[in-house]
């Protein structure tokens, strides 16, 4: 059995997005699902798959958050 766990930051995947939408999820899962089974021949009956939405300010990047990071790269 086997379960994946995606962690995605909660900013969503477009302008004006907070989060990931439950379209998108779904076709994570399904996507995720049918690499285990091209791959390792699990079923996808058999396969868990765990989104984790992470607030921004929680992730780093170059020893700064993220939202730090990308205002600086931005200005250089």
């Given at each position: ?19 990931v939408t439950s379209?998108e999820k779904a ?15 699990k079923p996808v ?32």
């Amino acid at each position: 059995m086997p379960i994946v766990t995606i962690q995605v930051t909660r900013e969503g995947s477009g302008p004006g997005r907070s989060s990931v939408t439950s379209e998108e999820k779904a076709r994570l899962i399904a996507g995720a699902s049918q690499l285990l089974l091209d791959v390792l021949n699990k079923p996808v009956e058999a396969t868990f798959v765990v989104i984790e939405e992470v607030a921004l300010d929680n992730w780093g990047w170059g020893g700064l958050p993220v939202p730090e990071y990308r205002k600086r790269r931005a200005a250089s």
